[in-house]
């Protein structure tokens, strides 16, 4: 497997219940993203990851909880979601330090349909 | 502050070129560019770094303007697989402190009819 892989692909799923996306980059990066992408808006940055360590929350409801456990490894754990919530969801990576001067390198991204 | 990009679709004949812009209102430290197909993820075109600089990749090159705090993506002699949503993603802070941060215009539709 190369690039960024994202599990599951679609996700559906009721304002109470608890689950979680995965994201793993096999790039050798060390910085790692999430970011929200609604129609006929922007892509909107979510988390930064850097070695592990959290340097970026972009004002996120505590209803989306981030884990990076280790560099390859992301995941966004979602619970008591609003049907707002549904959008497509982005991890992408990219080489440290994050510096905005890297490329990032997205996956395929999960459909999130909260309903 | 959210980039503004212009225009907001574009439609092509193949053969023909486009132009589109990613203006800010704040001093850029460093612009992106992605394309991403329908269903797909985007994927990285290019990066531009303040100073004025130009890049090209195959027949794709970009521009920067410092003075006017504006990037061009300039396409020509398009293809079909040209086709897609055209991001730009902009950094403002220098020095290392931007952490990744891009804040990604409203994206450029972007069809090639044969």
């Known amino acids: 497997e190369t690039g960024v892989t994202q599990t599951p692909r679609h996700l559906v799923m009721g304002m109470t219940n608890k689950k979680s996306l995965k994201c793993e980059q096999h790039?050798?990066?060390?910085?790692m993203y999430w970011y929200k992408q609604s129609a006929k808006k922007p892509l909107e940055l979510m988390f930064v990851?850097?070695?592990?360590?959290?340097?970026e929350n972009n004002s996120v409801p505590s209803r989306f909880s981030p884990e990076c456990p280790n560099s390859s490894h992301l995941f966004l754990h979602l619970h008591t979601l609003q049907p707002e919530d549904s959008a497509l969801y982005l991890c992408?990576?990219?080489?440290?330090?994050?510096?905005?001067?890297?490329?990032?390198?997205f996956g395929p991204g999960t459909r999130l349909t909260v309903t | 502050q959210q980039p503004v990009q212009s225009p907001q679709a574009v439609i092509l004949r193949e053969g023909e070129d486009a132009v589109i812009n990613c203006s800010s209102s704040k001093a850029l430290y460093s612009v992106h560019w992605y394309r991403q197909k329908h269903g797909e993820a985007p994927v990285f075109l290019m990066i531009l770094l303040k100073g004025g600089e130009q890049k090209g990749h195959d027949k794709i090159s970009a521009s920067f303007n410092e003075k006017k705090q504006q990037s061009s993506l300039y396409l020509t002699a398009s293809q079909l697989s040209y086709s897609g949503t055209y991001f730009c993603?902009?950094?403002?802070?220098?020095?290392?402190?931007?952490?990744?941060?891009?804040?990604f215009g409203q994206g450029t539709i972007l069809t090639v009819h044969p």
């Open positions: 790039l050798g990066h060390n910085a």
């Open positions: 993603g902009t950094a403002y802070n220098a020095g290392g402190t931007s952490y990744g941060k891009l804040t």
């Open positions: 992408a990576s990219s080489q440290d330090p994050p510096r905005a001067l890297y490329e990032q390198y």
């Open positions: 990851y850097n070695f592990k360590e959290q340097t």
